[in-house]
């Protein structure tokens, strides 16, 4: 069993990025949008603008209080639409509940979708074209390319079906050339399925839900979930101990998924400022 350490590749990632973007003609810029008082999207929000400054990414932060209106929000959005300083804008989800965040994330022009939620972005993945895919899942894909995995004919089962991750995730798979079977809460079976995968995601929301019965010997299992286990410690929706010792490869959690993230949409925040 090999741990993919997550949090090395990340920095390894960053440094290779901040080296590009000392070169780079441009020094990208991205917009950050909070509204409200999440404590867990303050801590995000502070995460990225830290990594912004670290790799030397101008960033831009706006704090919205909570009971802003949808005008307000897709009036800044409009204005950071139209700024030339700005190449990526991203929402920080969830919104307060009175809020539309479809109808806020359609007024993020594709160009500067750095999170790759758009509906283009979205449908480019689809069509296995060039765009801004999500950053989570563009770190799984990440991770196993460095870890020198390639999913090309392996069958990949992803727990979970959400626009931000289990769905672009099962996407980029396929696109790799991979059989993908998603999975979800009406799927049935679930265990046997999953014991039918080379590669298991879990993007799933339960802590420790994929046990040592739900994984096939030498599988490799990536875990994407962050949750909290009944002591209040950061774990996944895998149980490691449990599975650890049936996989090839298996990802920790803290300091595997979750690190990748950020470095990917600094990523896409340089792609969107650099790449034409
Ligand atoms: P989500 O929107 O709540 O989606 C969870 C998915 O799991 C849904 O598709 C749901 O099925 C499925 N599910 C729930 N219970 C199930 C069960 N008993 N059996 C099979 N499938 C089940 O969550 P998400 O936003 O995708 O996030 C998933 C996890 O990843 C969370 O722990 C989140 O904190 C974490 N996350 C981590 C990062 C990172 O940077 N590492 C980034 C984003 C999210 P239905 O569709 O049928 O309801």
Known sequence: MKIIDGKALSAQLRAELKEKIEHAKK????????????????????????????LGIRSYAYELPALSTQKEVEDLLDKLAMDEEVDGILLQLPLPAHLDSDAAI???PHSKDVDGFSAQNLGLLLQNKQGIAACTPLGVMKMLENAGIDPAGKHAVVIGRSET????????????????????????????????????IAAVGKAKFVKENMVKEGAVVIDVGINRDENGKICGDVDFEEVKEKTSFITPVPGG???????????NTYRTACEE
Do not use: F, Q, W
Not at 44 to 53: D, G, L, Q, S, T
Not at 257 to 264: E, H, L, Q
């Open 27 to 54: 020094k990208p810029g991205l917009a950050v949008i909070i509204v409200g008082e999440d404590p867990a999207s303050r801590i995000y929000v502070r995460n990225k603008i830290k990594a912004c400054e670290e």
């Open 165 to 200: 991750v289990g769905k672009p995730m099962a996407l980029l798979l396929l696109n790799a050339n991979a059989t993908v079977t998603i999975c979800h809460s009406k799927t049935r079976d679930l265990e046997a399925i999953c014991r039918t995968a080379d590669i298991l």
């Open 257 to 267: 998924v979750g690190p990748m993230t950020i470095t990917m949409l600094m990523y």
């Open 106 to 108: 359609k007024r993020i």
